[in-house]
């Protein structure tokens, strides 16, 4: 990973920039890869004094502004011309780097990468795409972005980028394709989901049809396919009823003696548990369909997190997500202009 | 409880017309209403026979035909005239019952639900709702039923249907109502709802605004309004993810000696805490918006499930949903033609 360089906006998680420099400096340490750490040159050179980092590829590139939470997506890219996300993904489309990590707002992310580096010519609207644990591994959600209102079109897209992502990064040979609905019979359905249906049955794709919402966590699925309003829905959900379970599973276990001791003597089995549905092992959410890698990470991330996040971005780069993409787009876009959109997008 | 009168679909569910007969039994025998068991009179004659009825009006009433699940909602209603769900509501229509519980073919109970007793007028679209167990208690989600493709006026209704649910059943003085988003802020949301929301700012009720996938189960909403896709996709997404965390908890509880023992100690515990969100309890799902009650059960409804079903129906006639509904219509809705359309309403 020697000539891998990342661009890490060092400015944008909840505990910027320490948590962000010492996941540069483990992932560095771990993979070898170059690391460009953006932002305020003080505060990240402070926090990288606390480190070793002989040896290590890590360099800062100062970017004076910073994109809050409350900034809203295009008001950050336009008016923070010099904000640690904008500069990042100005890195990438210099060549200065090859892809970028934040932990900032997830919005002024996506629109950043799409102003600055441009989408990949065949793609209308990128996607943010979630990792999710389920029963027998692990499948992808896209698009859990800002996409709320989506035409037919849109979701196809979406359903190839996931297509491609899981086969290049988590080696599915045919990942199966499916689009989220309200049950899996054909006669189901939405205005959506039924014209964006009967798009994805004609491309060369494993695509299994309708699948519902229980599918998510079943294993059954590789790549579930929805707008970004439903996607946010079956992440927030999750999340919400994960912690309800634990918290009323919690009070039921300390209410009563012997459970008490029961689970005294059983919380190797929780955190083993715990740490099979930690989004800190998976990283991030890929940010497809930009003309550069994108890895976006919760604001709360920790180090472990962002040390994944890094390695992730960097395994995007090598095994070539976005390449990959352009050709696929070539090979399954049902658009009568596809080979000429794709020759332009070759050109990046 | 004497005068009123429930109408039960006994060939709905999986276990039909077992769990029916007994589940009725069960009701008549706790609270003393009067149970008119609608189907295949032979089936549900000798199933009767296994039971002690000594005292309770149960009555049997003759339908010949069967709506499956295979059905479509409204080839069910128009080709099978004589179905015990259809039949259920003609007792409804003809005064002879006030109220239908049927764990058969939900999209056909619905559809004839309203082909039968007609809408409430002013209600374009009738609603499934369902309740939810959370932190603090229960919240109700509606639809979860067939509106796909809603308008911004149904979800208005649905948010004034929830509203008048939450009160009378549930007995909250100003339920809170929210609508579901993907984040709380004004500038979230797609185009249904944004306009929905403008349409519920408008109205008398305690509207919070957007909430959002996690509000659900945090306890922080009484009433969470959504089109019936979405609707579906946070049912189902539910009930796989807790699927899903039971699974993956055994097996990590089942793999360790010490926490095995641990589990078992702690097992009374994992029983409350299966209670607490165990759908038994609730019965079933209200169908709101019709000129009649109907609680529409789970396909695989328990003889709990059942029994509380037909105590929340009977609790719904008793409580005046319908006519509350049809008042608060009057009060609330900012439909310039709502006095007249609450006139013929009320004629019902």
């Given at each position: ?107 002024a992310t996506m629109a950043a990468g799409m102003f600055v580096t441009k989408r990949i010519n065949g793609i209308e609207r990128p996607a943010i795409a979630t990792i999710v644990p389920n029963l027998k591994g692990q499948s ?7 996409n709320v209102d989506c035409k037919p079109v849109h979701l196809e897209h979406f359903a190839i980028m996931g297509h491609v992502y899981v086969r290049q990064i988590m080696g599915k040979a045919k990942p199966r394709v499916g ?37 998510v966590y079943s294993g059954d699925v590789d790549v579930v396919v929805c707008d970004g309003f439903v996607g946010n829905v079956v992440l927030k959900v999750s999340e919400g009823l994960a912690e309800a379970i634990g918290t ?101």
């Amino acid at each position: 990973m020697k000539s891998i360089v990342i661009a890490v906006d060092a400015m944008g998680g909840d505990n910027a920039p320490a948590v962000e420099v010492e996941g540069a400096v483990a992932a560095a340490r771990k993979w070898g890869m170059a690391i460009v750490l953006v932002g305020d040159k003080v505060r990240i050179g402070q926090a990288l004094a606390n480190h070793d980092v002989t040896g290590l590829d890590i360099r800062i590139h100062h970017a004076s502004e910073i994109v809050t939470m409350d900034d809203s997506a295009s008001d950050a890219v336009r008016k923070k011309k010099d904000s640690s996300i904008r500069v990042s993904f100005d890195l990438v489309k210099q060549g200065q780097a090859q892809a970028v990590v934040s932990a900032g707002n997830s919005g002024a992310t996506m629109a950043a990468g799409m102003f600055v580096t441009k989408r990949i010519n065949g793609i209308e609207r990128p996607a943010i795409a979630t990792i999710v644990p389920n029963l027998k591994g692990q499948s992808l959600v896209l698009d859990v972005g800002g996409n709320v209102d989506c035409k037919p079109v849109h979701l196809e897209h979406f359903a190839i980028m996931g297509h491609v992502y899981v086969r290049q990064i988590m080696g599915k040979a045919k990942p199966r394709v499916g689009l989220l609905s309200n049950g899996s019979e054909e006669k189901k359905g939405n205005e959506l989901t039924r014209e964006t249906h009967r798009l994805l049955k004609q491309l060369d794709l494993n695509y299994i049809g309708y699948v519902e919402g229980r599918d998510v966590y079943s294993g059954d699925v590789d790549v579930v396919v929805c707008d970004g309003f439903v996607g946010n829905v079956v992440l927030k959900v999750s999340e919400g009823l994960a912690e309800a379970i634990g918290t009323m599973l919690r009070q039921e276990l300390k209410s009563r003696f012997w459970a008490r001791i029961g689970y005294l003597l059983s919380r190797p089995a929780f955190q083993a548990f715990k740490k099979k549905i930690d989004y800190a092992e998976y990283g991030g959410a890929p940010l497809l369909g930009i003309r550069g890698t994108g890895i976006i990470c919760h604001g709360g991330s920790n180090v472990k997190a962002m040390t994944n996040a890094i390695g992730q971005a960097a395994d995007s780069v090598q095994k070539a997500v976005n390449d990959t993409l352009v050709e696929q787009l070539h090979e399954l876009s049902n658009q009568p202009d596809a080979a000429a959109v794709v020759a332009v997008a070759g050109t990046k």
